[in-house]
C-alpha cells in the first residue's frame, strides 16, 4: 500500500484532515508539551529574574506546599465520597426507570435536567440553598429530617461542610449523565438472559447480581473513570461557593492551579500543577483500560 | 412473582428522588417571581417553592442593571462557532481517517487518540500564556479557535464513517465524483445521527465554559453567560430574586432546545458510554 507522497489522494486526505490535525496540534499537544517543559523552569510573570532551568525544583517545592497538599487530598475524598454515591444512586434510577410505567420518560427528563444547567448557575442556586440561619433551605431541610434536632449551619464557612456542600452540588448536576449511559447499558442486555434466568427460577435479586451487574460490567467500569476524572478537573464549584475556603478545606488541584498561574504570576508552577493534574488522570485511564481488558479476557 | 406492591414501591422511590432534584430548581423559578426580600426569608418552608403575589420586577432588574442581552448574545455566538466549525472540521477527518488511504494515516489516528485523554485543563496555563504572546486575551477568537478540533469528535466520527456500507460511495465514485463530492452528496445525508450527537455533546461541554473565559476575558462585551451570572452573584447589592432571575433567564432557551430534542440528547449522551 506504499504510495508516493505527493499522490493526489495523499493530498485530498491532508486537505481534509488538516484543519482537525492542525488544531489539535496547536491547541492542545503544543500547549502540553510546553506545560511540561515550563514546569521545569522558574518562569514568573513580570518578575525581573532571568529564566532559569530549574529541574524537579517546582514538583520539589509544590509537594512541600501544604496548600496543594491538602488539594490533592481533598480531590481525593471528593473521588472515594462522589464516585460511588453518585454511581449507586444513577444506577438506582437507571433501574427504576428501566421498564415501561406510565410516567418513566417523565421521569427520566427530571432526572437529567441538571445536566443541561451550567455548572456555576448550578453553583450559584446552591449557595443561597447553603445560606447560613435557620432560614436557610438546607439548615431547615436537615431540621425537618431530623425532627428539629439540627443546629443551623454556615455550611460554605464550615471547615467540616464547604466540601460535602460542593459534592452535594455536584452529584445533583452530575447524577442524570450518569444515568442515561447506565439506562442505555441496561437496555443493551439481551432480554433472553433474564427469560432463561426466571425459567431457571432465579428471583429479582439473583438476576440483578448475576445477569444485570455482570453484563453491566464495562459500562460501569467507563462511567467511573468519566466521574472520577472529573472529580479531579474540579473547579468552577469551589470558585464560586467557597473560594477554597475556610483555610483550604475546600481547595483543588485546579485552584490552587489557577491561584497560582494567575493570582500570583506564577506560571512554571502552575504548570507544574497541570501536569500532575495530567499524570493522574492518565494514571486512572490506564487502571480502568486494565479492569476493562481482564473482563474481555474473562468472557 | 411479582408481588403487588412492586410498582407502588417503585413509583414512591421516583416520587422522593424526583421531589429532591426538582427542588433547587422550583426553588430557583419561585423565587425569582417573587419580591427580593422574600427569597431567603421564605427559604426554609414551603413557601420557597410557592411564589404568592408573583412579580416581573426581578427580571425588569436584571435588565437594569446588566447587559444581559449582549451575554446571551456572546454566549450564542461562541457555542454556535464551535459547534458549527467542530462539525465540518472533525467530520472531514473523521472520513479522511476512515476511508482514505493515505501515508501517514496509522501515526496521526494514534496522535488523535493520544490527546483525548489530555483535559482543558492540564494545558489552560501554557495555552494562556501562548495566546497572552500573541494578544489574543480578551477576544471571541480565544474562546472559539482551541475548541474547534475535538479529538473525541474526530473519534466519533470515525467510529460512524467505518460502518457505513461502501457501496454508498463506489456508485459515486463510478460516476466521477471526487472524495470531497462523495462526502458532501452522498455520506452528509446518510450521517445525521452521529451529527446530531457530536453537536449535542459539544454544545453540552462548552456552554458551560468557565475556566477559559474566566482566564481569558476581562471586558464585559465577549463574556459569555456562566462567567456573567458569577459576576453578576457578586455584584453588589446581593438581590437574590434579581440574581434567580438572571439564573432563569440564562437556562430557558437551552433548557426549551433539550425539552424539543430530548431524544437526541439522551442518545448523544448515552453515545459517550459505548466505546471502547
Redesign the interface.
Known amino acids: 500500500?506504499?504510495?508516493p507522497?505527493l499522490?493526489s489522494?495523499?493530498f485530498?486526505?491532508?486537505f481534509?484532515?488538516a484543519?482537525?490535525?492542525?488544531?489539535?496540534?496547536l491547541?492542545?499537544?503544543?500547549?502540553?508539551l510546553?506545560?511540561v517543559a515550563?514546569s521545569f523552569t522558574n518562569l514568573r510573570l513580570g518578575s525581573p529574574l532571568p529564566l532559569e532551568w530549574m529541574g524537579f525544583e517546582q514538583y520539589r517545592r509544590i509537594f512541600s506546599d501544604p496548600s496543594f497538599v491538602r488539594a490533592l487530598l481533598n480531590n481525593l475524598v471528593f473521588v472515594v465520597v462522589v464516585v460511588p454515591l453518585q454511581t449507586v444512586l444513577a444506577l438506582?434510577?437507571a433501574l427504576?426507570?428501566n421498564?415501561r410505567?406510565y410516567?418513566t420518560t417523565w421521569?427520566?427528563?427530571?432526572?437529567?435536567?441538571?445536566?443541561?444547567?451550567?455548572?456555576?448557575?448550578?453553583?450559584?442556586?446552591?449557595?443561597?440553598?447553603f445560606?447560613p440561619g435557620?432560614?436557610?433551605?438546607m439548615?431547615?431541610f436537615l431540621d425537618l429530617v431530623s425532627l428539629g434536632s439540627w443546629t443551623p449551619r454556615d455550611f460554605l464557612h464550615d471547615p467540616y461542610f464547604a466540601l460535602p456542600a460542593i459534592m452535594l452540588t455536584s452529584i445533583?448536576q452530575g447524577?442524570g449523565?450518569q444515568m442515561?449511559?447506565?439506562?442505555?447499558?441496561l437496555q443493551a442486555v439481551p432480554a433472553e438472559l433474564y427469560e432463561a434466568a426466571?425459567i431457571d427460577g432465579a428471583g429479582r435479586r439473583q438476576q440483578f447480581w448475576h445477569i444485570t451487574l455482570p453484563q453491566l460490567r464495562?459500562?460501569l467500569i467507563?462511567?467511573v473513570l468519566?466521574t472520577t476524572?472529573l472529580a479531579f478537573?474540579l473547579?468552577?464549584q469551589v470558585?464560586?461557593m467557597t473560594q477554597g475556603g475556610p483555610y483550604d478545606a475546600s481547595t483543588t488541584v485546579?485552584f490552587e492551579?489557577?491561584e497560582a498561574?494567575?493570582a500570583r504570576q506564577q506560571?512554571a508552577r502552575?504548570?507544574a500543577?497541570?501536569?500532575i493534574?495530567?499524570l493522574v488522570?492518565?494514571l486512572i485511564?490506564w487502571l480502568q483500560?486494565r479492569v476493562?481488558r481482564q473482563e474481555r479476557e474473562v468472557t | 412473582?411479582t408481588h403487588r406492591l412492586f410498582?407502588p414501591m417503585?413509583?414512591l422511590?421516583?416520587l422522593l428522588?424526583?421531589l429532591l432534584?426538582?427542588?433547587?430548581?422550583g426553588?430557583?423559578l419561585a423565587?425569582s417571581l417573587k419580591p427580593d426580600a422574600r427569597?431567603?426569608?421564605?427559604?426554609?418552608?414551603w413557601r420557597?417553592f410557592w411564589p404568592a403575589g408573583v412579580t416581573l420586577d426581578n427580571y425588569r432588574d436584571v435588565f437594569a442593571r446588566v447587559d444581559f442581552a449582549r451575554y446571551l448574545l456572546n454566549s450564542l455566538f461562541i457555542n454556535g462557532m464551535i459547534v458549527g466549525a467542530g462539525l465540518l472540521?472533525?467530520s472531514?477527518?473523521g472520513?479522511?481517517?476512515a476511508r482514505?488511504?493515505?501515508?501517514g494515516?496509522e501515526l496521526?489516528f494514534g496522535?488523535?487518540l493520544a490527546?483525548m485523554?489530555?483535559?482543558l485543563?492540564?494545558?489552560?496555563?501554557?495555552?494562556?500564556?501562548?495566546v497572552s504572546l500573541v494578544g489574543w486575551r480578551d477576544t471571541y477568537l480565544v474562546q472559539i479557535?482551541?475548541?474547534?478540533?475535538?479529538?473525541f469528535s474526530?473519534y466519533l466520527f470515525y467510529t460512524y464513517f467505518i460502518g457505513l456500507p461502501r457501496e454508498l460511495e463506489e456508485a459515486a465514485r463510478i460516476d466521477g465524483a471526487?472524495?470531497?463530492r462523495t462526502?458532501f452528496s452522498i455520506i452528509l445525508p446518510n450521517a445525521k445521527p452521529v451529527f446530531a450527537t457530536v453537536a449535542i455533546l459539544t454544545f453540552?461541554s462548552q456552554?458551560?465554559a468557565?475556566?477559559w473565559p474566566?482566564?481569558v476575558t476581562s471586558s464585559e462585551t465577549v463574556r459569555p453567560?456562566?462567567?456573567a451570572?458569577?459576576t453578576f452573584?457578586s455584584l453588589p447589592p446581593l438581590q437574590?430574586g434579581d440574581?434567580?432571575a438572571f439564573?432563569v433567564m440564562?437556562?430557558l432557551p437551552?433548557?426549551v432546545v433539550?425539552?424539543l430534542f430530548?431524544r437526541w440528547?439522551?442518545r448523544g449522551?448515552?453515545?459517550?458510554?459505548?466505546?471502547?
Open positions: 500500500m506504499r504510495q507522497l499522490d489522494r495523499n485530498t486526505a491532508a481534509m484532515s484543519p482537525a490535525l492542525v488544531g489539535l496540534l491547541f492542545v499537544a503544543v500547549p502540553f510546553f506545560a515550563l438506582v434510577l427504576l426507570l421498564r410505567f410516567g421521569f427520566r427528563t427530571l432526572f437529567f435536567m441538571p445536566v443541561v444547567f451550567p455548572l456555576s448557575l448550578v453553583a450559584v442556586v446552591w449557595v443561597l440553598i445560606a435557620p432560614n436557610g433551605m439548615n431547615a445533583w447524577t449523565f442515561v449511559i447506565l439506562l442505555a447499558g426466571a464495562n459500562t467507563f462511567v468519566v476524572i478537573r473547579f468552577d470558585q464560586i485546579m492551579t489557577v498561574a494567575f506560571v502552575g504548570a500543577m497541570t501536569v493534574l495530567f488522570v492518565l485511564t483500560r476493562a | 412473582m410498582v417503585i413509583y422511590c421516583l428522588f424526583g432534584f426538582i427542588s433547587p430548581i426553588f430557583m423565587g427569597v431567603l426569608v421564605e427559604a426554609g418552608d420557597a472540521v472533525n472531514l477527518a472520513y479522511a481517517f482514505l488511504l493515505w501515508r494515516r496521526l496522535l488523535v490527546v485523554i489530555i483535559p485543563e492540564a494545558i489552560a496555563v501554557p495555552l494562556f500564556y501562548m479557535l482551541p475548541f474547534i478540533a475535538n479529538a474526530v471526487g472524495v470531497l462526502y453540552l456552554w458551560g468557565f475556566l474566566l482566564m453567560l456562566p462567567l451570572i458569577a452573584h437574590w440574581i434567580l439564573g440564562m437556562v437551552i433548557l433539550f425539552l430530548q440528547f439522551v449522551v448515552a453515545h459517550t458510554g459505548i466505546k471502547g
